[in-house]
């Protein structure tokens, strides 16, 4: 049962947030500030001291003179990097032009985020072209993840994630995190323009690394070249970069010259923020928030598990317009006692295998391999900790303890290898060059047809007893395998070589590599 003092401050603060969504300048108030404690996660009584749930923005009062009702022309007004003309940009115009259903998808997926993202933007006093970024990163994908395993709506590569302070754990990657991932790229940028002083080139950097730029800008300059972005020499992909952004911008601009209808996106918070200090289950959530699962996930991608850790995941957000369903729900889910968690860990024993795991806790084994994201032919190492089914007694949340386990596998029976075309190669003779079926090579690329054109790069399944992997273990002084958090200047510098021989013998375009890929060093 309720308290009657927690039913009072359930609809007091209920009352208030009402009040604040009717201020008609606002960037709702904070939702009452950063951290108004709502209720507990625990117990039958909401709003105890020590185990409670807030709802929290870090919003700020809008002046009323730079108020607008629509986020569009909030980020139109706050558009400040000089116009960027030529062929690439109407080249890029012309390809949108063909394809608006596609561009207005991507609006639509925006609208859960861009909120959000043009206040942080504004608070940095940063251009609001920054807010149309992802369009160009990762379509408003907040799961998207690259060929060079770039993750999120921002596409962080792991080394750079950890540079700007993103977990990447068992539990969660916060490259995928909508709150911290825009953090990081703001701040980011924001470093690259003080290094560079101009916004071009500083995208340029956030595509292709500050260093490439940087070296690119000293070549033009020893050979009395222009240094300015449209002139200065680097691969296609960067070149096209700004060119995108600034297609999206027009598009943004004037969307009816395009063709294009841009959803409505009101000027105010999709979602919310809520602390809690409770475990609680992924699915629960989104049940008790009366959402469609898929849609939670949307909101919290960064989670690698179906369960949201108190010691660990502080939070997590949802839409403001479940709120109140959410609040309801779980009040009366607290009334009935039952765990708000359906998880917790096992710490793996030797002997023990995911079969006999599965079994113990009256899991199927393919759930068991699919919760915990474990490769089909991969053994689970002893210590390891995996995640498995609870029951109704188990309503002790996962300890910070169990939380520095990690999952070891066993060594895959095949190696992800990736593969740049060059001239005179085809699809048989790179599958033939490695030992693998040519169906194989089409399968993991999603080729519809052999047609393969040079500088594409092939990811390539090969057997770890290939005739290709026998040579490179038998030479492995001649090769490296990246390891997370490595640069290519570590590498050159550990094998006693140099970051331009290394780029020769690998066919890299930039200094980009990533944990997993395989150089050359000799």
Excluded at 141 to 161: H, I, R, V
Excluded at 224 to 234: A, F
Excluded at 272 to 285: F, G, P
Excluded at 325 to 347: E, I, M, Y
Aim: net charge positive.
């Amino acid at each position: 049962m309720r308290s009657p003092n927690s039913r009072y401050n359930s609809v007091f603060v209920i009352c208030l947030l009402l009040f604040a969504l009717m201020l008609p300048y606002r960037k709702t108030l904070a939702l009452l500030a950063a951290s108004f404690v709502l209720f507990a996660f625990s117990g039958a009584a909401f709003a105890t001291e020590n185990e409670a749930l807030a709802i929290e923005n870090e919003d700020a009062v809008v002046e009323e003179d730079s108020y607008t009702s629509d986020v569009w022309e909030r980020i139109r007004k706050g558009f400040r990097m000089p116009t960027l003309t030529g062929r690439r940009v109407t080249t890029q115009l012309r390809i949108h032009e063909r394809m608006p259903q596609y561009i207005e998808r991507m609006a639509q997926r925006s609208s859960k985020y861009l909120y959000h993202i043009v206040e942080e933007v504004e608070t940095r006093n940063l251009p609001t072209e920054l807010a149309l970024l992802p369009f160009v990163e990762s379509a408003f994908q907040p799961e998207a993840l690259s060929y060079a395993k770039a993750s999120g709506l921002w596409q962080f590569t792991a080394a750079t994630g950890n540079v700007y302070s993103l977990q990447q754990n068992l539990w969660k990657d916060d490259r995928r995190d909508v709150l911290e991932s825009t953090r990081a790229a703001l701040d980011y940028l924001e470093k690259l323009y003080a290094q560079f002083g101009d916004w071009q080139l500083a995208l340029a950097a956030y595509n292709w690394g500050e260093g490439s730029v940087a070296r690119a800008i000293r070549r033009a300059k020893a050979r009395g070249l222009p240094t300015d972005y449209s002139r200065l020499r680097m691969p296609r992909e960067t070149a096209n970069y700004v060119p995108k952004l600034e297609a999206i911008k027009r598009i943004v601009l004037n969307p009816e010259k395009y063709g294009i209808t841009l959803p409505e996106i009101d000027n105010e918070p999709y979602f919310v923020q809520l602390t809690k200090q409770r475990d609680i289950s992924v699915e629960t959530a989104a049940d008790l928030a009366e959402m469609d699962p898929n849609e939670f996930r949307q909101l919290n991608p960064g989670f690698n598990l179906p369960v949201i850790v108190a010691n660990h995941n502080s939070s997590f957000l949802l839409p403001l317009e479940n709120l109140d369903a959410f609040l309801d729900n779980l009040a009366s889910w607290v009334d009935t006692g039952k765990p708000l968690s359906s998880w917790k860990l096992h710490r793996v024993q030797p002997e023990e295998t995911t079969t006999s795991i599965a079994s113990l806790y009256n899991m199927p084994e393919e759930e068991l391999l699919r919760i915990n994201h474990i490769p089909k032919g991969r053994k689970v190492l002893a210590g390891s900790a995996l995640l498995v089914a609870a029951d109704a007694s188990d309503t002790e949340d996962i300890t910070q303890e169990a939380l520095q386990a990690r999952l070891a596998l066993s060594a895959p029976e095949v190696r992800r290898v990736v593969y740049r075309v060059r001239k005179g190669d085809t699809v048989s003779s790179i599958a033939a060059k490695y030992g693998i079926s040519q169906s194989s090579v089409r399968k993991t690329n999603r080729l519809h047809t052999s047609i393969i054109r040079v500088g594409q790069r092939l990811v390539l399944t090969v057997p770890p007893k290939s005739p290709r992997t026998n040579r490179i273990v038998a030479s492995k002084h001649n090769t490296h395998v990246v390891h997370r958090g490595q640069t290519l200047y570590a590498i050159a510098k550990q094998y006693k070589t140099s970051i331009a021989s290394l780029r020769k013998l690998n066919d890299l375009d930039s200094v980009r590599i990533y944990a997993g890929q395989q150089l050359r060093i000799r």
